[in-house]
């Protein structure tokens, strides 16, 4: 894999996990990197925990509008409350405190700083946005500038004004890029002075394999057979959306590094939905098919970034449907990035198409690299299969709700394994978030599936620690990662 071999520090482990580790690029140096500034954290996202959807002046961003269609999501919620951490914020700051994480990972709305005129709105809006967003960054600095719970921010997770897609098309068009560099000038101008951590996008591989392939995101694009949409080219819609994802990217990180990180001091990069693809036999063909997997799903994006264009298999199997980097492109793109953040769920098995036919799949089409992605060999699943969900009905005692012994034994193996690569092959973690600190709206799943450290009720909001919150706290408290990475 080209991305991992131009990093020596960049590992991928194979193991199912809902986290997100950074992993810093290692000609870029970070401030400092003793054990005491590893972060430790909890993830969120705006859409799926800010709720208060219309408070404020909030524009209406592309996931309001997909929610309120009917059969767009499994339990037909939406976000529009979600966990209503837009009013309890402080309630959940006294949370993380409780678990002694450093870090809590949170994206900005950007229909919240930008409800209408996309540029030119924010003096009005100003005040608002800048209050709502301080009431997360203030408290922390206020009480101890330089350590307490240091946000980590992403611009884009997911959610992005409906305006633009109203207007030209979103991701499909060139102009979002400008749109996107100018958002992003807003945040660095009024946040960067306390925010040193920046991702400009959250997972945009699911973005627009899910908005412009399947078809089952907004902006619900795609063609026969991949989904049955409206309107769509699976074949192709969905390299443009990443092209214009990727210019975005540069566009923001130039703008960072001419007028804010030195002044600021802190760093940006992107966060990637990692798999990991297991060749399903030893044959010279499925290991091929594995790494086509890892180079249509993630080297797709980080290519272009780290080395100024795409992977040389996508090149072979997409020919004029990929689309092509301007000198201008080239010029902005050099910018890269300072860290990769990998959130990491899940491992699949890969298995060769191109060489010889297989049976219709995930991933076996040439536009997916023609490596069929399977959960199983021989019947066998890679790893138990769960996606991670206590289920709760009305009938689930106190201990189906609180007492999540799988989701510790599922952190304990994973940290276990995020330990020894530290050790054994220097791999260059500064940080990890675990998803999440509360059950949450959970996309296209609703309130269906609960990822959360903390149990919430929603007719109450009320949030109610589990298990594997008293877990993360003893385990960041005996400085346990340190103690097993350090181990010989
Ligand atoms: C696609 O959806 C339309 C409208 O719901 C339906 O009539 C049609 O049968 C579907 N086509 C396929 C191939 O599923
Ligand atoms: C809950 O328990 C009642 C009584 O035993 C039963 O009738 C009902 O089907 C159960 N509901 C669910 C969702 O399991
Ligand atoms: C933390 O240390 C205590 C005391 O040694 C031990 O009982 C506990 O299992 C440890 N917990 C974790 C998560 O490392």
Not at 149 to 167: A, N
Not at 248 to 260: D, E, G, L, P, Q
């Amino acid at each position: 894999m080209e991305t991992v071999s131009a990093f020596h520090a960049f590992l991928i482990i194979e193991i199912m996990c809902f986290s997100i580790h950074i992993v810093s690029c290692n000609h870029i140096s970070l401030k400092g990197n003793s054990p005491s500034n590893f972060l430790f954290g909890t993830a969120s996202s705006s859409y799926q925990f800010e709720g208060a959807f219309l408070n404020d002046g909030k524009g209406l961003n592309n996931w309001d509008v997909f929610t309120h269609k009917p059969g767009t999501i499994l339990d037909g919620t939406n976000g529009d409350t979600a966990v209503d951490q837009y009013h309890l914020y402080q309630e959940d700051l006294g949370l993380m405190n409780n678990i002694g994480v450093n870090s809590y990972r949170l994206s900005i709305s950007w229909a919240r700083i930008l409800p209408t005129l996309l540029k030119g709105g924010q003096e009005t809006c100003g005040s608002m946005f800048i209050h709502k967003y301080d009431m997360y960054f203030l408290p922390q600095h206020i009480s101890c500038p330089g350590v307490g719970i240091q946000p980590f921010v992403t611009l884009t997770h997911y959610d992005i004004p409906q305006e633009l897609e109203d207007r030209y098309g979103a991701w499909l068009s060139s102009l979002l890029q400008e749109d996107f560099r100018y958002y992003a000038n807003i945040c660095f101008k009024f946040f960067g002075d306390r925010v040193k951590y920046w991702s400009t996008f959250n997972e945009p591989n699911v973005v627009v394999i899910r908005g412009y392939r399947s078809g089952i995101y907004p902006p619900s694009h795609c063609s026969l057979p991949f989904g049955n949409c409206t309107s769509g080219d699976s074949e192709r819609e969905p390299f443009i959306a990443a092209h214009n994802i990727i210019l975005s990217h540069a566009a923001a990180v130039n703008i960072y590094r001419t007028k804010y990180q030195k002044k600021q001091g802190g760093s940006i990069g992107m966060v990637m939905n990692a798999v990991w693809y297991e060749p399903i036999s030893n044959s010279l063909e499925d290991r091929l098919a594995a790494e086509r997997a890892q180079s249509f799903y993630i080297n797709w994006f980080l290519d272009p970034i780290l080395h100024g264009r795409y992977p040389a298999e996508m090149h072979e199997l997409l020919g004029a449907d990929l689309p092509v980097f301007s000198k201008f492109d080239l010029e902005m793109l050099k910018n890269g990035l300072d860290f990769i953040g990998i959130n990491h769920y899940t491992s699949f098995y890969s298995k060769d198409c191109m060489f010889s036919p297989c049976e219709p799949g995930p991933g076996a089409s040439r536009t997916e690299g023609y490596a069929l992605r399977t959960a199983q060999k021989d019947g066998v699943y890679i790893g138990e299969p769960v996606w991670y969900g206590v289920e709760e009905n009305p009938n689930s005692t106190n201990e189906e709700l609180f007492h999540d012994v799988k989701r510790v034994e599922y952190l304990r193996s994973y940290l276990q394994a995020l330990a020894d690569t530290m050790r054994t092959k220097a791999a260059d973690v500064r940080g990890y978030f675990v998803w999440s600190l509360l059950d949450d709206f959970e996309w296209t799943s609703g309130y269906t599936v609960k990822f959360g450290l903390h149990h919430v009720d929603y007719g109450t909001l009320k949030r109610t620690p589990r298990l594997s919150a008293s877990w993360y706290r003893q385990f960041i408290a005996n400085n346990t990662l340190q103690i097993l990475s350090a181990q010989e």
